[in-house]
């Protein structure tokens, strides 16, 4: 019987990677912030209190998602995280979306308030901040769009700001279509579309953190063709209690039990298939234990 481990070393961890755009998209977006929550209040444009109601998630996103980068990497002093903090970046994801979410109920709430009454909006100060709020979420863009492949920290925050852009061009149209009509209407419809444009993004990301947190199967590898790739190893003649998932962005993790022919070599048997599958499905750490055949070791396990 043996076992190999494939270790991924923490400085390659994705998040960690990509730190410096999380901190300078967090500077830009939370500046911004500021100015079009002032500017939304005095030009009474409920399409840009949303838009900065949504800027406001978009900094507790990106501080949280700075705050999760250091925690992964961060070394266990404690003996007990033996996965380590990498899930962090998760929880900062999953803490996106839930507000995310809020920002939309809080829109469309504030858009029923508003049924009825005849409110005074401001289209030139809508274009002029909506303007500018459009070049900071596109330098954000840039920035992150790098690491979004990456990480699903970077992720979630790269989707904050991709809603945020969308949230701009919509104040803008909203700001053109008060200032040529006067009716204010338009800028309670523009909110209405940046709110479910905002949920649809929450929910879709939701998802991806919730495979992660339930330990799916990581994206783009199938348990039945990983198992085939290890059958198909020299020697190996069954494969069972194959696990597959994702401790975070870019880490995969793999357990399986390698059922061998008589007189084969343990060793080379584990690094042929640990070679499989970091090859194929870059998984770098991979726990395969070689097992002759007969062997009972695993019949009487409870699951």
């Not at 579309?193 to 799916?216: N, P, Y």
């Not at 194959?242 to 007189?263: E, F, Q």
């Not at 048997?269 to 499905?281: D, K, N, P």
Request: aromatic share 4%; hydrophobic share 55%; proline share 2%.
């Amino acid at each position: 019987m043996g076992t190999d481990h494939g270790h991924a070393p923490a400085s390659g961890h994705a998040g960690a990677a990509h730190r410096w755009r999380l901190r300078v998209a967090f500077v830009l977006v939370g500046a911004f912030f500021v100015v079009e929550l002032v500017a939304g209040l005095a030009a009474g444009s409920l399409a840009l209190v949303s838009d900065a109601g949504h800027m406001a998630a978009d900094v507790v996103a990106l501080g949280a998602a700075l705050v999760a980068t250091r925690i992964a990497v961060r070394p266990d002093t404690s003996g007990r995280r033996t996965f380590g903090s990498y899930r962090a970046e998760v929880f900062a994801s999953g803490l996106a979306v839930l507000l995310m979410l809020g920002v939309s109920v809080v829109i469309v709430a504030e858009t029923v308030g508003r049924l009825g009454s005849d409110p005074q909006v401001a289209g030139g100060v809508m274009l002029v901040v909506g303007g500018l709020g459009l070049v900071v979420n596109l330098v954000s863009l840039v920035l992150l769009r790098g690491g979004a492949s990456e990480s699903l920290n970077v992720k979630g925050a790269y989707l904050e700001v991709v809603a945020d852009t969308i949230g701009s061009v919509g104040v803008i149209a909203a700001g053109v279509l008060v200032a040529a009509t006067g009716v204010a209407l338009w800028d309670t419809v523009i909110a209405l579309a940046i709110a479910a444009f905002v949920a649809v993004r929450a929910v879709l990301l939701g998802r991806e953190v919730l495979a992660v947190l339930a330990q799916h199967a990581p994206a783009g590898i199938r348990p039945e063709e990983a198992e085939a790739v290890l059958r198909g190893v020299a020697d190996v003649v069954d494969v069972h209690d194959l696990h597959l998932w994702t401790l975070t962005s870019g880490m995969h993790v793999a357990t399986a039990h390698l059922v061998c022919r008589d007189g084969a070599d343990p060793a080379t048997v584990l690094a042929e298939a640990s070679t499989v599958l970091r090859e194929r499905w870059s998984i770098d750490h991979a726990t395969l234990q070689v097992e002759p055949r007969g062997s009972r070791s695993c019949v009487e396990t409870s699951w």
